[in-house]
């Protein structure tokens, strides 16, 4: 089939659309799937590509309890992540500022298997965090597709195969 251009106008009616919404992401996706349904008049599938290993970008400790913390991972395909960690000592919130910036420092930019696969002297509180830090991320590693948005279907529905009866036995 020969490539179809929009319209000038129609182009111009999308970019704004989608600036509208730019720092949304969860809008755009959204918009993404009414658009294409709608051009294509058919039903459209939107996910956030992901790419098959996630990467540590950063994290924050943040001190609940003198035993417990909320442990915010910031992965590099715009995912954030929370999780309460309990410890066996009493922690401060300079001891897990601390931790946070050596892991940081350590971690940046590795997966879950490099940051499993790397020694460093650790105390039992940094262990924790690695520990958890690497299960969410291979958590996260296994999820195949985030939230598909889906748009179209009746669109879909109207096709001649789902409208004429002689078509659909």
Known sequence: TEDA?????????????????????????KLAAALVARLVKNAALVTFPRPSRCRFRHLELVAVHEFLALLVLVLSETILRRQLLSFNEPVTQDQLTGLANKLNAAHSGLTSSEISAKKLEACPEEERVKEAVVEMMSAEDEMEYDQPYLEGLRLMLGQPEFTERDRML
């Open 5 to 29: 251009e929009l319209p000038l106008d129609e182009q111009h009616r999308i970019r704004a659309l989608f600036g509208e919404v730019e720092e949304e992401l969860d809008r755009w996706l």
